[in-house]
């Protein structure tokens, strides 16, 4: 049949073109299954994934959003090298994005518990529009890429050692003026 993949053929044009523009533009009802179906390591469609599937997600996404910041020249003056330990501010702003999950079982998240948390945190829609966006140079508008990080102006980095790391100042960036 035209436009279907077989298992071995990966996705079919039609469902690559619906993730991207569910990714790009989609809400978070839109969003939310793609979060589930990232988050979960097996084949199938789950009904539910724990807590732990989303934080161990959350924290690859964070990771390849820096890497992608790190290599597409997006860094605004910062130097990682110079920083703070980046993978220990992956795990922090993973568990602080994860704090935010409303479970109606402790352990595991439903469809309805991610679009909730995909709705009030806007770091994970961003972090996705980054991903497809910049890793993948995939458009379907017009618009800028947000700036994940405040700018880093008149810096001397010769003999300077920051303690903020890159994940870090993507959590503190939305929050100042």
């Known amino acids: 049949e035209p436009g279907r993949a077989g298992a071995s053929q990966g996705p079919s044009r039609e469902q690559l073109t619906v993730f991207l523009a569910d990714i790009l533009r989609g809400t978070a009802e839109e969003r939310a299954p793609l979060v589930m179906a990232m988050s979960h390591n097996a084949a199938g469609r789950p009904r539910a994934v724990s807590c732990q599937q989303v934080a161990a997600f959350l924290e690859d996404l964070i990771t390849a959003v820096v890497h992608i910041l790190t290599s597409r020249g997006r860094l605004q003056g910062w130097r990682p090298q110079q920083m703070g330990d980046t993978a220990l501010g ?5 568990e602080q994005m994860t704090s935010d999950l409303r479970p109606s079982d ?12 995909v709705f009030r945190v806007a770091q ?5 529009e980054v991903l497809v966006a910049d890793g993948l140079d995939v458009s379907l508008g017009g618009g800028t890429a947000p700036a994940l990080l405040p700018p880093c102006r008149d810096t001397d980095w010769t003999h ?6 890159v994940p870090t100042l993507m959590f503190l960036a939305p929050q100042l003026p």
């Open 106 to 117: 402790p352990a595991t998240c439903d469809l309805s518990c991610l679009e909730d948390w």
């Open 124 to 128: 994970v829609s961003q972090y996705l």
């Open 160 to 165: 300077l050692t920051v303690l903020l790391d």
């Open 90 to 94: 992956v795990k922090l702003l993973a």
